[in-house]
């Protein structure tokens, strides 16, 4: 709980100017490889294209796209003079063609800066940029921000918006106490030449996925990292509405945890397993209560009562901070029961889903 608690302490720090920020705004390149994204760039892309920031491109790298994305985006451009694009042929045979377009973006990327997203995602504010740029200290290579899914009235959506919000509060409260092991490439920035110095994608091409957490699991350390937590910083995309969808993307996500470090596997393994553990000794100790001492009973239900009303209080806090509507309450221990269970299936499954080469980033 101190590492899912450290989003709100540290951001009452920001609140307090007690946390450093460059108070020049560097040029900055945006990055956004898209795939048959022609509406979503259509609705999300003006967005960025306008943020209120004195000097930015925005490069969109066309993936091998069958729709009418370059259409799209010639349009765009004719309007944005700040917009540029380059593409990945269709007939390229790259294992991870999203790590090839990435790569071709950054190359091209006129700036120092970086700031990568995707294409069906959109910033909460139009001072997203500056928000999440300001971290961009002479120490700083990599800075983390929160990807956030849209609120919708499903079971199946609860479920994702719980994940997707628990294991952003973990990895950006660890990187918050210098324990930095992953991001998400909806809403990431590092510098162009950390990228290169460290080899950009090259030791995980054989890989499809893993363009985020992997390459900030492998440059970051404890003095290069900052994170952005401030509401204006989200970036908000549609999540998956059917459970079929949402297991391939868990799959694809969790295909490449085995490439993490073993100082990062260990760090992530140690909530679950508390988190087991605690859940296997209050039945143990509340089924002993029952046929022997009401004691032992009444104290494993105390136990379990202030564990679940502290992740209540913390849970439903980080929701309003940014920006969600929701109240997790009996959905909240559901979640809190049925997500690593959930993980431990894909664990255990995708091995031989991943042998088949089926995994593709769109």
Not at 48 to 66: C, H, N, P, R
Not at 153 to 161: D, P
Not at 196 to 201: C, D, Q, V
Request: proline share 3%; hydrophobic share 40%; with cysteine.
């Amino acid at each position: 709980m101190r590492y899912i608690n450290g989003v709100k302490r540290y951001y009452k720090k920001q609140k307090k100017t007690s946390i450093d920020f460059i108070s020049s705004q560097p040029p900055v390149s945006v990055i956004i490889c898209a795939k048959n994204e022609e509406d979503n760039l259509k609705k999300f892309l003006p967005l960025i294209l306008t943020q209120q920031y004195a000097d930015f491109e925005v490069i969109v790298i066309d993936d091998g796209s069958y729709d009418n994305t370059s259409i799209v985006l010639d349009s765009l451009k004719k309007i944005y003079p700040n917009l540029r694009s380059t593409f990945v042929p269709k007939e390229t045979k790259n294992i991870s063609t999203k790590k090839l377009g990435i790569s071709l973006g950054i190359k091209a990327a006129k700036n120092e800066l970086l700031l990568l997203t995707d294409a069906d995602c959109y910033p909460a504010s139009e001072f997203w940029l500056a928000k999440m740029v300001r971290n961009f200290t002479s120490k700083t290579d990599i800075v983390l921000g929160y990807g956030a899914y849209t609120e919708e009235n499903t079971v199946l959506n609860r479920m994702i918006t719980y994940d997707t919000l628990f294991n952003s509060l973990q990895f950006l409260g660890m990187a918050i106490v210098r324990k930095a092991y992953m991001g998400v490439g909806r809403n990431l920035a590092y510098r162009k030449s950390a990228f290169f110095e460290n080899g950009g994608f090259t030791p995980t091409l054989h890989l499809k996925s893993g363009d985020d957490d992997l390459f900030v699991n492998r440059v970051a350390t404890r003095t290069n990292t900052r994170v952005e937590v401030s509401p204006e910083s989200v970036t908000w995309s549609e999540p998956k509405h059917l459970f079929k969808e949402w297991l391939y993307q868990k799959m694809r996500h969790l295909s490449v945890s085995g490439s993490y470090s073993f100082k990062s596997k260990v760090q992530i393994i140690i909530e679950p397993l508390t988190r087991a553990t605690f859940y296997l000794a209050f039945c143990a100790s509340f089924i002993l209560g029952i046929f022997g001492s009401i004691f032992t009973c009444a104290a494993a239900v105390f136990l379990f009562l202030i564990r679940y009303f502290t992740q209540f209080l913390t849970i439903n806090a980080a929701v309003r901070h940014f920006g969600n509507t929701r109240k997790y309450v009996f959905s909240l221990l559901v979640a809190d029961i049925f997500i690593p269970l959930f993980n431990l299936f894909i664990l255990i499954i995708k091995r031989p889903f991943k042998r088949s080469g089926n995994f593709f980033w769109k």
